[in-house]
């Protein structure tokens, strides 16, 4: 049986209003192994944002409870990786500066930490762009930067927050493909928020879909598709069938509308 690494156990959120409380969440549980790779997928304000900023410590459950590696949840977490949709870097530092700011505001010796940077970036394909600067960047190498900067610190959990929906198609798929190459060399906890059914099912053990406000578990559906994966794994009937499998669980709560020719 897997050690949770990060465990959900009947957590619901609300907001207060003007107008009156907003249910984000309701009784959600979830349990992440070591080195499992989970996709949330789920409509807009089904609060899987909400359940990263839970995870990491910046909001706290209405009810229910959260932990990291067996401790619960009642501060900000600092052993873990977060990784947004925006690569949030600092224009004004170049690359290596960049990843090495985690150490840096850790209060960590920069230079015992300066051949791990150099190895991050070399395993993303950035090797030689140290001295760069965000604005020499395309977008796609930026969040590689941001990668190397929530792995840093060697976390046993990465969040990440709709991290490639700012890119361009191509570049997206790209990056799909580089970041299941980097969740085999390092074996992180990870948690992957997406709207994008295809991007959940490539990069997941599991995709926990969920239904629309308040958010709840609608269906958790392994995939046991065989490693690694690539852009051919999308052509194989089994990933077909675990797509069609998810729109038809969005179909069946309402966030999938179909309709029939007149």
């Not at 209405?62 to 977060?82: A, H, M, N, W, Y």
């Not at 850790?106 to 993303?124: I, Q, S, W």
């Not at 140290?130 to 190498?141: Q, R, V």
Request: net charge neutral; charged share 25%.
């Amino acid at each position: 049986m897997m050690t949770a690494t990060l465990d959900f156990k009947h957590v619901n959120k609300s907001y207060g209003t003007a107008s009156g409380p907003i249910e984000a969440l309701r009784d959600f549980n979830l349990e992440v192994g070591d080195g499992e790779f989970i996709s949330i997928v789920g409509p807009s304000g089904c609060g899987k944002s909400t359940l990263m900023s839970m995870a990491s410590g910046l909001a706290f459950p209405s009810s229910g409870s959260i932990s990291v590696k067996g401790e619960r949840v009642t501060q900000p977490v600092t052993d873990l990786g977060i990784v947004f949709q925006t690569d949030v870097l600092l224009d004004w530092r170049n690359v290596l500066d960049n990843i090495l700011i985690q150490p840096e505001m850790r209060g960590l010796d920069r230079r015992a930490y300066e051949t791990r940077a150099r190895e991050l970036l070399k395993m993303v394909g950035l090797e030689g762009f140290e001295k760069k600067y965000p604005y020499e960047l395309s977008g796609g190498m930026r969040q590689r930067v941001s990668i190397c900067r929530a792995l840093i610190h060697e976390p046993p959990l990465l969040l990440m927050d709709e991290p490639f929906g700012a890119l361009d198609a191509l570049t997206r798929e790209q990056m799909v493909i580089e970041l299941h190459q980097i969740w085999l060399k390092t074996r992180k906890s990870v948690i992957f928020i997406t709207h994008d059914i295809q991007e959940a099912v490539l990069l997941a053990d599991r995709v926990v879909v969920m239904s629309p406000r308040p958010g709840r578990i609608a269906e958790i559906i392994e995939t046991h598709l065989p490693h690694p994966r690539r852009p051919a794994t999308m052509e194989t009937p089994r990933f077909v069938s675990l797509v069609a499998q998810v729109r038809h669980v969005f179909e069946k709560h309402g966030v999938l509308k179909v309709y029939d020719p007149e």
